[in-house]
């Protein structure tokens, strides 16, 4: 039982020839709040598509609660509740936002129970459900990304990654969004977040890594890191 | 120009441009889907017209009830072209769309195997199925309506009805559409990507094993007649607007009323020239169709 929610190995991967991830090894721990940072480019997409197992991992270990899941098919490994809201939103943006929402159910744990998950994710993201039967490309930038989110949780996730849910949104929803966050924290999720908003992301998560050249360069608490010289002159400008 | 005779012309185009539409359903919900023009398309429907007249010769099965047969069987063929021969390709590609020429290229290979095959098979001989129905022409005022093409037509107008509805309404359609819109977001989303593929493809080809039972009776069966109607399946999905259900029925009765009308001017095969150019003229005014959004 004392298996972390999520835990990688030695993760090695990449496009074609072009390696991006050298051996990348974490875990985020049930309950916890894990925050990843890292350049642009650096990989962090590519580390979340690989456990979602749309991209194959070359080497190394994914498990998620103690079973290994590096082999699976992204749908399994939504219905295993590792689930991501993927960078950009990717949302069916010519169907219905409650119609979204729906898809995100598609697996058959969540498939049953998604009467009571959409009114949950309503009540987390209330202007989701005045404009349910909207498409979902009429929302505006943030309120897509609530519905990305949401979309995510209707999956009922066993852990959830955000890919820069505040990338592109003013600061009021950002600010929205992370309070979002935190009662998704409440649910007894754990969350594993890639964020640009270092300081932001910092000071809500638990822990955190950098990922730097395909590894994870430095890690500790959310608290030490912000506090850590290379990273304050490398991610923060300070 | 004897007004009876021209309503007798719009009325037999119609019905004919319904079935067309019909026929081009299933081409157009795959390439809706997959992003795949399947070349084999009147390949498939050139198979199913064979399967309901060898049912008839071999088992007696009346053409209209041979449908229980033919759906199922070019369902089955449907679901395994794609799972065995273009999901391949699918794998390689990186990109979230797959290169439309290497699967046009592919999709051709497959629609010579299976008319060269065919040939083979049932040589160039030239065959027709017939039903013990009894299917007296229906008048409409003075005009007489064919029976078996009357059928043909509300078949295409059911079938592009409820395929729509089941799009809208259930789980399984909603999967597709969230596939067809994002691919990836939909495999994060926990749908199987790769089986949804090929049950649309099923369900594009299942309608082509339907026609070929409704249509057997008054097509003449050659291994060569899937071509034609592959054509004209392409320019009625272009033309109504390439992955719109209804478009591809308001594209199949364009052409049909066109070639009929036209055809009481001018010899049958200029009346077909006339239609293509109604067509790129159609294109050049709407790119993207007549149902097409933009
Ligand atoms: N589909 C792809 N094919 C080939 N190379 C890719 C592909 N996707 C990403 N890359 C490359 O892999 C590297 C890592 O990209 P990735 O998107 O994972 O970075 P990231 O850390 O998420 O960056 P960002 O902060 O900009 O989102 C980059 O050099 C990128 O150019
Ligand atoms: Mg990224």
Known sequence: ?????????????????????????????????????????????TLLRTVSGLVRAKGGTISLFGERIEALPPHDVTAAGFVQSPEGKQLFLNMLIEENLLVGAHNRRAYERRKQTLEEVYELFPILAERRTKLAGT???????????????????????????????????????????????QLDIPIFIIEQNV???????????????????????????????????????? | MDPLILSF??????????????????????????????FAHGSLLMLALYAAYWLQIWAGIDPYYSIIVTVPLLFGIGFMIQSVIIAPLIRRESALVVEPLSALLLTAGVYLVIDNLALMAFGPNVRSATTSFALPPVMLGQIPVNMPRLIGFGAAIVVAVGLAWWLKTTRMGRAIRAVASNRDAAALSGINVPLVYAVTFGIGASILGLFGSLLATFVPITPQVGLNFGIRSFIVVVLGGIGSLPGSIVGGLVIGVFEAIASQFVPATSAAILSLGLFVL?????????????
Request: charged share 15%; proline share 3%; aromatic share 4%.
């Open chain 1, 1 to 45: 039982m004392s298996q972390p929610a999520l835990e990688t190995v030695d993760l090695h991967a990449g496009y074609g020839d072009v390696r991006v991830l050298n051996g990348v090894s974490l875990t985020v721990g049930r309950g916890e709040i894990v925050a990843l940072i890292g350049a642009n480019g650096v990989g962090k997409t």
């Open chain 1, 139 to 185: 929302l505006s930038g943030g309120q897509q990304q609530m519905l990305a989110v949401g979309r995510a949780l209707m999956a009922r996730p066993r852990a959830l990654a955000l890919d820069e849910p505040s990338l592109g949104l003013a600061p009021i929803m950002v600010d929205r969004l992370f309070e979002g966050i935190r009662k998704i924290r």
């Open chain 1, 199 to 238: 300081f932001q992301v910092l000071n809500m998560a638990d822990r955190g890594y950098v990922l730097e050249q395909g590894r994870v360069t430095l890690t500790g608490t959310g608290k030490e890191l912000l506090e850590n010289q290379h990273l304050k002159s490398t991610y923060l400008g300070l």
């Open chain 2, 9 to 38: 012309a719009v009325v037999n185009g119609l019905l004919i441009g319904g079935i067309y539409g019909g026929v081009a359903l299933g081409l157009s919900l795959i390439f809706g889907v997959l992003r795949v023009v399947n």
């Open chain 2, 282 to 294: 159609i294109l050049l005014v709407r790119p993207s169709g007549l149902m097409g959004k933009a």
